[in-house]
């Protein structure tokens, strides 16, 4: 069965860095696309990054453009989101999400992906 698993969340400065990982199950990692969307309270959950399949494409929302980095290992079978330069406004649940790339050959900052992890907490206060 197919599963997400999201963690390295927690408490970080203004400023700051914080990476946060997504490890796969059931599924080989490389022939997905993998998102990274977020949810702060009261508001809508939005896209912010993701990576396309074997070797292709990355996409980044304006929001994060030039602070966060996604990358995939796929020795571990896991993504990861490199975020830099962390504000208050990135406060939010971290989720990952996963679609064939049979299905989406080039990703997507849309709720096209099937697959969810749990998400993780990233909190950005001083």
């Known amino acids: 069965q197919l599963q997400l698993v999201e963690s390295g969340g927690g408490l970080v400065q203004p400023g700051g860095s914080l990476t946060v990982s997504c490890e796969a199950s059931?599924?080989?990692?490389?022939?997905?696309?993998i998102g990274w969307f977020r949810q702060a309270p009261g508001k809508e959950r939005e896209g912010v990054s993701c990576?396309?399949?074997?070797?292709?494409?990355?996409l980044y929302a304006d929001s994060v453009k030039g602070r966060f980095t996604i990358s995939r290992d796929n020795a571990k079978n896991t993504v990861y989101l490199r975020m830099n330069s962390l504000k208050p406004e990135d406060t939010a649940i971290y989720y990952c999400?996963?679609?064939?790339?049979?299905?989406?050959?080039?990703?997507?900052?849309?709720?096209?992906?099937?697959?969810w992890g749990q998400g993780t907490q990233v909190t950005v206060s001083s």
């Open positions: 990576i396309s399949s074997r070797g292709g494409s990355t």
């Open positions: 999400a996963a679609v064939h790339g049979l299905e989406l050959r080039q990703c997507v900052l849309e709720f096209r992906y099937p697959y």
């Open positions: 059931g599924f080989t990692l490389d022939y997905y696309a």
